[in-house]
């Protein structure tokens, strides 16, 4: 039951992605269908039209699996001798920096909502 009930959660997300690609067909705009459709799950969200509770459990399965859907790309990488070559450090080193700043990023947000909502519950 609880199987099915993330599975339905997961087409909810994914709603959202369909209707983001039915956007960005029609736009043609620089934002990818993804970003589109998230926006529309964030504006759903706050406009109450989804409750959190709809998809929370579907959303955290799918940030738990996430590492396992880069896996694929980070193996096809060592197929190409050519990144190893003074592009490929390059390209490495940008990635490290990239994943430094959004971690930090991240960690700064996910504090400052963690102090707001602890200062709220006292």
Not at 29 to 56: C, H, N, Q, R
Not at 95 to 119: C, L, P, Q, W
Request: net charge positive; proline share 2%; hydrophobic share 55%.
């Amino acid at each position: 039951m609880k199987l099915l009930k993330i599975c339905l959660q997961i087409a909810c997300i994914y709603l959202f992605l369909i209707l983001g690609m039915a956007i960005k067909s029609v736009i043609h705009g620089p934002i990818p269908a993804s970003m589109i459709g998230l926006i529309l799950l964030f504006i759903a969200l706050k406009l109450k039209v989804i409750k959190l509770e709809w998809i929370e459990q579907g959303g955290k399965w799918l940030l738990a699996e996430l590492l396992l859907f880069f896996v694929p790309s980070a193996v096809g990488v060592v197929n190409y001798k050519e990144i190893m070559g003074i592009e490929g450090i390059e390209t490495i080193a940008l990635i490290i920096f990239s994943t430094i700043i959004v971690m930090g990023t991240t960690a700064f947000v996910s504090e400052k909502i963690y102090n707001h909502r602890r200062s709220d519950a006292l």
